[in-house]
């Protein structure tokens, strides 16, 4: 079974940067990573998108965080790190990692969740 298992989250100030990551288990020979990313959801609203990096290296970042977060990865650890700087209350948020999986002998697709890490950002 593949599991998501986050770190990083934490308390910061207006102004300074947090490094999460997310590593994957249970990755297997049957299973391929598509893409790997992270959104978040701040009380009261919905889950949004942060920033995805694909297989093949492609990035996607949502518009408010483009120019202050980037996210990278390693694939022989199946680990994806979004560094984030220039943190604003705006930012607060509880921050789940998610990735894109492809079952090789189906093609099926499916999506995994982490259990979501709590970043807080005071002015």
């Known amino acids: 079974q593949v599991q998501l298992v986050e770190s990083g989250g934490g308390l910061v100030q207006a102004g300074g940067s947090l490094r999460l990551s997310c590593a994957a288990s249970?990755?297997?020979?049957?299973?391929?990573?598509?893409?790997m990313g992270w959104y978040r959801q701040a009380p009261g609203k919905q889950r949004e998108l942060v920033a995805t990096i694909t297989r093949a290296g492609s990035t996607n970042y949502a518009d408010s965080v483009k120019g202050r977060f980037t996210i990278s990865r390693d694939n022989a650890k199946r680990t994806v790190f979004p560094q984030m700087n220039s943190l604003e209350p705006e930012d607060t948020a509880v921050y789940y990692c998610?990735?894109?999986?492809?079952?090789?002998?189906?093609?099926?697709?499916?999506?995994?969740w982490g259990q979501g890490t709590q970043v807080t950002v005071s002015s």
């Open positions: 998610n990735t894109a999986l492809r079952r090789i002998t189906t093609s099926a697709l499916y999506d995994v």
């Open positions: 249970g990755i297997t020979l049957s299973i391929s990573i598509q893409a």
